[in-house]
């Protein structure tokens, strides 16, 4: 059964929150070419539900899982038109919380990589902690594996920090996804100044 911490951030036991009795393949936003959501010029979709519910949460209105519109064929392929801007980077994920929408994360992520391949990065940010992660179901797994960078755990308010780079709160880290799943353990991301 899920907790609520004394920080009043909800915790899931291993395996409780499921995609598929959670989410209703609904979009909150969708913002092409913007440079907040990570390194260079991005295309950002933020899909909507999540159950962390941070206390000091940025996009509250995401939590709901009812909130925006349904993802579509049409807006998939408006991404997909976008991101083949040869000045965009890659694309990110956002919400609410892409991990309890896999069936969309997935769809979007899959056609990146058939149509880009490994040319356009992809970012994704989750409530989730790494170690969560490894203890959670067969399809986050696979979202993870198609993304390059993540930046893990709850958003914290009283270590909320407006210096950190791509970050709400210093707990949160930002993780080289494919070198950590490879050595099998977290590896920090390093971007091509160190930072």
Known sequence: MSKKLENGITVPDSQEWRSEDLTRNFVADYKPFVMVDGPGVRCSIYLSGCKFLCPGCYNVVAQNFHYGTEYTQALEDQIIADLSQPYVQGLTLLGGEPFLNTPVALQLTRRVRAE?????????????????????TDDKKALLAEIDVLVDGRFVQALMDLSLRF?????????????????????????????
């Open 116 to 136: 880009f391949g490994d040319t356009k990065d992809i970012w994704s940010w989750t409530g989730y902690t790494w170690d969560e992660l490894m203890k959670e």
């Open 167 to 195: 970050k709400g709160s210093a707990n949160q880290r930002i993780i080289d996804v494919p070198q950590s799943l490879e050595a099998q353990r977290l590896i920090l991301w390093q971007d091509e100044y160190g930072i």
